[in-house]
């Protein structure tokens, strides 16, 4: 089954690898955890899916604050944004 959202930029985005995903074997909330115990059981789980590289970016792309994406935390993905906002205005700066 291929499952369709619309993505960041409005377009359909194919969320099809979800499907594919460890955290289907695992209740919901496991990766929505209230606690830092709770985020490295969630990250532990992430480290073996083969799905783990389109999360993180999917989740960056569509800046989902909340849960564990990719075995990043909500503030790992914090960091990855403000890297990469600073990197584009090093490029534009440049160029
Ligand atoms: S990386 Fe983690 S959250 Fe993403 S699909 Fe895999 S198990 Fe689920």
Redesign the pocket.
Known sequence: MVTRMLGAHGEAADTS??N?????EYPPNT?FPSDSVGVSI?RR??AV????AI??EYALDNQIEH?????TSERARRRMVRARLNMAQLDTAAS
Do not use: D, E, Y
Request: hydrophobic content about 40%; proline content about 5%; glycine content about 18%.
């Open positions: 690898w979800m594919s995903g460890k955290c289907r990766f969630a789980i992430c899916c083969p799905m783990k999360c993180l849960g564990i994406w990719g075995g």
